[in-house]
Nanobody, 124 residues
């Protein structure tokens, strides 16, 4: 069973940057694709970014593409989300997930393992 712990959230002004981390333990990290999701108050949880097992394939939700970068370090069992040019609409609780990529790497399929989330607040 995989345990995931997110960190790095906080309060930032619009246009600023934050870097999130998600540390995994209790399982074989490199067999999972990893994803980041977010949930704003009153809204459903939505996909943000995903990365394949080796880090060679990445996916992004349209509104974050070009601003966010997902990466991973399998030696450290950690996945990262670098967020630049943040906007107030990026405000949410951010969660990481251990899952899989679909065939042809066009979709991230979440698995059962979620972290507890980290709050990101972007002020205007």
């Amino acid at each position: 069973q995989v345990q995931l712990v997110e960190s790095g959230g906080g309060l930032v002004q619009a246009g600023g940057s934050l870097s999130l981390s998600c540390a995994a333990s209790g399982g074989t990290f490199s067999i999972y694709a990893m994803g980041w999701f977010r949930q704003a108050p009153g809204k459903e949880r939505e996909f943000v970014a995903g990365i394949g097992r080796s880090g060679g394939n990445t996916l992004y939700e349209g509104s974050v593409e070009g601003r966010f970068t997902i990466s991973r370090d399998n030696a450290k069992n950690t996945v990262y989300l670098q967020m630049n040019n943040l906007k107030p609409e990026d405000t949410a609780v951010y969660y990481c997930n251990a899952g899989t990529l679909s065939r042809w790497y066009v979709k991230f399929i979440p698995g059962d393992y979620w972290g507890q989330g980290t709050q990101v607040t972007v002020s205007s």
